[in-house]
């Protein structure tokens, strides 16, 4: 099924966010929900009449493609994340970004004229309406731009069930736009710290505004206690939040130090 292209899909889509929508006006979220109900819609977005297995349309080829994409994606993303911090080298981004886009790299060539009759097919079929799944491109440009934050140093924390939602997040696989990971989860903490600055009044030359970030076990320890005491300097708390999810607990403080000697 063509994403958007029918009143059909319009209306399963509508039917299956209505519990989302629901919990959204109560202010709450279901994390397993969401997951099923993307899962429900991708595979609905990838039924193929022509190319499935059994004769079940809802088990496209291009279905399995991308959960194959998806689980390539994030093993890189991954297992970049992870090793960077120990040594974080040119080299190693520069493949890391390669293989990223090796897989829409190969989707481009077999899609590509200079082919032209030598179009490689399997069971009757050009092999590129197999691996060519809708949405290719913008998820390869989520992929890679999530690459180059982790490279930049701006992403701090990256957990695989969050990554796997933002990768696979429905709405933006056909059509876009390519969404930034730090935006995608930025709803597990009230992120617009950036954007409250504008309303405070003009800081004296030696104050500071600062964010302090907390996962885990640091949720729960007595930083502004240690800083006043060993530092002997003034805070003022601005803002702060803390929420507890099933990987754990994230908050953060923002601080006001109005004069630091």
């Not at 194959?68 to 993303?77: E, G, S």
């Not at 309406?129 to 934050?149: A, D, R």
Request: charged share 15%.
């Amino acid at each position: 099924m063509i994403p958007y292209g029918t009143f059909t899909f319009f209306l399963i889509a509508f039917i299956v966010l209505i519990p989302v929508i629901i919990l959204g006006f109560l202010g709450k979220r279901s994390y397993i929900y969401n997951g099923i109900s993307t899962a429900i819609m991708i595979v609905i977005i990838f039924a193929s009449d022509k190319h499935n297995l059994l004769g079940q349309k809802y088990l496209s080829a291009q279905l399995f493609c991308f959960i194959i994409y998806v689980i390539w994606q994030v093993a890189l993303i991954m297992y970049y994340y992870q090793s960077r911090q120990k040594k974080n080298t040119f080299t190693k981004f520069v493949t890391i970004m390669v293989l990223s886009i090796l897989p829409l790299a190969i989707v481009k060539i077999l899609q590509s004229s200079w082919l032209g009759g030598h179009q490689i097919h399997f069971h009757e079929s050009k092999l590129i309406e197999f691996v060519g799944f809708l949405g290719i491109s913008y998820v390869t440009f989520k992929s890679v731009q999530l690459i180059m934050e982790i490279r930049d140093g701006s992403i701090k924390e990256i957990k695989v069930g969050k990554l796997i939602q933002f990768i696979s997040f429905f709405p933006t696989i056909s059509s876009g736009p390519i969404d930034r990971y730090k935006r995608f989860v930025k709803d597990d903490l009230n992120d617009d710290f950036e954007d409250s600055l504008e309303y405070l009044e003009p800081l004296d030359h030696d104050a500071y505004i600062v964010r302090l970030n907390f996962t885990g076990d640091n949720t729960t320890e007595p930083i502004i206690s240690y800083m006043t005491k060993t530092h002997n300097i003034d805070v003022n708390i601005l803002e702060a939040d803390i929420k507890n999810t099933k990987n754990g607990s994230l908050g953060f403080l923002v601080i006001h130090i109005p004069h630091i000697s």
